[in-house]
């Protein structure tokens, strides 16, 4: 696995998903507040409701199961599988599919949450703008991997 993937969803992608979690537990309310524009005649519930921070500090351990996976699988397969390329190849595929799929789901079900605000950008939260610009800063290189960018591919380099 090059160094410019490896890196990426290594480090860079647990990184950002261990420092949401940290985020959410030291300050949930914010977090659950912060995801979407509020209509101005309906702020935000305070306290947060019971059900609320568990929903949001459980979608933030879930986050950072994912970042440490990746962590975990792809140092694996560098390391054990260094001299089978096609094999480390399979092994990765088989991660970063599913992870390509999340990210379209999530940017997908994120905009379809936000209803008719959802092309309303000037609206958008930074917390919403910073989701969005960091998933796609994920998606992008799971493209690329997938389109063979800056990597050995079997079916074409062997």
Same mark, same amino acid.
């Given at each position: 696995?090059?160094?410019?993937?490896?890196?990426?969803?290594?480090?860079?992608?647990?990184?950002?998903?261990?420092?949401?979690?940290?985020?959410?537990?030291?300050?949930?309310?914010?977090?659950?507040?912060?995801?979407?524009?509020?209509?101005?005649?309906?702020?935000?519930p305070t306290?947060?409701?019971?059900?609320?921070?568990?929903?949001?500090?459980?979608?933030?351990?879930?986050?950072?199961?994912?970042?440490?996976?990746?962590?975990?699988?792809?140092?694996?397969?560098?390391?054990h599988?260094?001299?089978?390329?096609?094999?480390?190849?399979?092994?990765?595929?088989? @991660?970063?599919?599913?992870?390509? =799929? !999340?990210?379209?789901?999530?940017?997908?079900?994120?905009? $379809?949450? #936000? *209803?008719?605000? /959802?092309?309303?950008?000037?609206?958008?939260?930074?917390? @919403?703008?910073?989701?969005?610009? =960091? !998933?796609?800063?994920?998606m992008?290189?799971?493209?690329? $991997?997938? #389109? *063979?960018?800056? /990597?050995?591919?079997?079916?074409?380099?062997?």
């Amino acid at each position: 696995m090059p160094d410019f993937y490896y890196a990426l969803f290594a480090f860079y992608e647990p990184a950002l998903t261990l420092l949401g979690f940290i985020g959410a537990l030291h300050d949930p309310e914010t977090t659950h507040n912060t995801q979407a524009p509020w209509p101005v005649d309906s702020p935000p519930p305070t306290p947060l409701p019971r059900a609320s921070l568990v929903t949001i500090v459980q979608l933030a351990h879930v986050c950072a199961l994912m970042g440490l996976i990746n962590f975990f699988v792809l140092t694996a397969a560098r390391k054990h599988l260094a001299s089978q390329v096609a094999l480390q190849e399979k092994i990765v595929r088989a @991660l970063l599919i599913p992870l390509l =799929i !999340g990210d379209v789901v999530h940017l997908y079900v994120t905009l $379809w949450a #936000l *209803g008719d605000e /959802r092309w309303d950008v000037a609206r958008w939260t930074p917390m @919403l703008w910073t989701t969005i610009i =960091i !998933g796609l800063t994920l998606m992008i290189p799971r493209i690329m $991997w997938h #389109l *063979g960018v800056w /990597r050995y591919m079997d079916s074409r380099d062997s």
